[in-house]
């Protein structure tokens, strides 16, 4: 089979990926974010039209189940802009999302990924209460056809996203990771996991690659510029996983010096082969800061004059064709 990138309206060649944002979002909540909330799908196709007119062709939106992923836009958006959008299945960490939908969610986990990624998105559970009380019983009105709500069965995730925790593992996480490499083995798909500031990314790789078989090659650390000491960098990067280089800066962009100090060390140790670049624009007040328009007017500008022109084409759409492309199996 030919190794194809799934996007929200059917897989790609990579050769036709382009200038990718390999990290980043255009609807999520959190109950940890309140009032931040991407939930405009008008705003959304506003960064999506930003984006490529400043060069951008591809988006992957780490947004997985239980977050808001607004899955019944993506396709949309994708054909009004031009843009190709990659979609995640998976869970973050546990706080991030309702306790009940959880529990409900424990049993039969991996095939739900699996089924996310083969077959379609599953539409979320709503989280926002009626805005008024019912008022007092009418007459039974007229049976009606009920109207046929915009469906994201069609539209099927391109990854797998998890979250390691900010202290010990927790048993939830445990489960969604065991969970997340039962969906790679049945379907090839990338593993994409968001790292805490006081992560241990070994332990992460133990967990995934030689706990439950998933190959390096197969895992994208995200938010690798939290963590500060560089020779954890350079041995993650000798075994093979791929870096999602996103900013922590509260301007929510990656064009800062803690982001480019990590790409300039990793490029120098030889590495440039693993690294991804992302904008992870997670908060309506980041998204204010440009996002991935600025990935592309500003960081890439400053690599280009410090390291060359190929180095731009490298991280921006040579290792984002390698990282996300797959041999989809079907189970």
Same mark, same amino acid.
């Given at each position: 089979?030919?190794?194809?990138?799934?996007?929200?309206?059917?897989?790609?060649?990579?050769?036709?990926?382009?200038?990718?944002?390999?990290?980043?979002?255009?609807?999520?909540?959190?109950?940890?974010?309140?009032?931040?909330?991407?939930?405009?799908?008008?705003a959304a196709e506003g960064v999506l039209r930003a984006?490529?007119?400043?060069?951008?062709?591809?988006?992957?939106?780490?947004?997985?189940?239980?977050?808001?992923?607004?899955?019944?836009?993506?396709?949309?958006?994708?054909?009004?802009?031009?843009?190709?959008?990659?979609?995640?299945?998976?869970?973050?960490?546990?706080?991030?999302?309702?306790?009940?939908?959880?529990?409900?969610?424990?049993?039969?986990?991996?095939?739900?990924?699996?089924?996310?990624?083969?077959?379609?998105?599953?539409?979320?559970?709503?989280?926002?209460?009626? #805005?008024?009380?019912?008022?007092?019983?009418?007459?039974? $009105? @007229?049976?009606? *056809?009920?109207? +046929?709500?915009?469906? !994201?069965? =069609?539209?099927?995730?391109?990854?797998?996203?998890?979250?390691?925790?900010?202290?010990? #593992?927790?048993?939830?996480?445990?489960?969604?990771?065991? $969970? @997340?490499?039962? *969906?790679?083995? +049945?379907?090839?798909? !990338?593993? =994409?996991?968001?790292?805490?500031?006081?992560?241990?990314?070994?332990?992460?790789?133990?967990?995934?690659?030689?706990?439950?078989?998933?190959?390096?090659?197969?895992?994208?650390?995200?938010?690798?510029?939290?963590? !500060?000491?560089?020779?954890?960098?350079?041995?993650?990067?000798?075994?093979?996983?791929?870096?999602?280089?996103?900013?922590?800066?509260?301007?929510?962009?990656?064009?800062?010096?803690?982001?480019?100090?990590?790409?300039?060390?990793?490029?120098?140790?030889?590495?440039?082969?693993?690294?991804?670049?992302?904008?992870?624009?997670?908060?309506?007040?980041?998204?204010?800061?440009?996002?991935?328009?600025?990935?592309?007017?500003?960081?890439?500008?400053?690599?280009?004059?410090?390291?060359?022109?190929?180095?731009?084409?490298?991280?921006?759409?040579?290792?984002?064709?390698?990282?996300?492309?797959?041999?989809?199996?079907?189970?």
């Amino acid at each position: 089979m030919t190794p194809t990138i799934r996007t929200v309206l059917g897989d790609l060649d990579p050769a036709e990926l382009g200038a990718t944002d390999s990290h980043d979002h255009l609807f999520i909540r959190s109950p940890l974010l309140p009032g931040e909330e991407l939930d405009d799908p008008a705003a959304a196709e506003g960064v999506l039209r930003a984006f490529a007119a400043v060069g951008g062709r591809s988006f992957v939106q780490w947004t997985p189940y239980g977050m808001g992923r607004g899955a019944d836009s993506l396709a949309r958006l994708s054909r009004v802009t031009g843009v190709h959008v990659v979609a995640a299945t998976g869970l973050h960490q546990a706080a991030h999302c309702d306790p009940d939908t959880l529990r409900a969610l424990y049993d039969g986990l991996a095939e739900r990924f699996t089924a996310e990624l083969t077959t379609g998105l599953t539409a979320e559970p709503a989280t926002e209460p009626a #805005t008024e009380p019912p008022g007092p019983p009418g007459p039974p $009105a @007229a049976p009606e *056809a009920p109207e +046929a709500p915009a469906s !994201p069965a =069609a539209v099927r995730a391109g990854l797998i996203k998890v979250a390691c925790d900010p202290g010990t #593992t927790t048993a939830h996480t445990r489960r969604v990771m065991a $969970a @997340a490499a039962d *969906a790679h083995r +049945a379907t090839g798909a !990338p593993i =994409a996991v968001h790292l805490e500031p006081r992560a241990h990314p070994h332990l992460v790789l133990n967990r995934l690659h030689v706990r439950h078989g998933v190959p390096p090659h197969r895992i994208i650390l995200g938010h690798l510029t939290r963590l !500060p000491d560089v020779r954890v960098h350079r041995e993650l990067a000798a075994e093979g996983v791929y870096f999602a280089l996103d900013s922590p800066s509260r301007a929510g962009h990656p064009a800062d010096h803690q982001a480019f100090d990590v790409i300039a060390d990793l490029v120098e140790a030889g590495h440039a082969s693993r690294l991804l670049l992302g904008a992870d624009t997670t908060t309506r007040t980041a998204r204010r800061a440009g996002g991935p328009t600025e990935l592309l007017n500003d960081l890439v500008p400053r690599l280009a004059r410090t390291f060359g022109p190929e180095l731009p084409g490298l991280l921006l759409t040579a290792n984002p064709a390698a990282a996300f492309a797959t041999d989809w199996r079907t189970p």
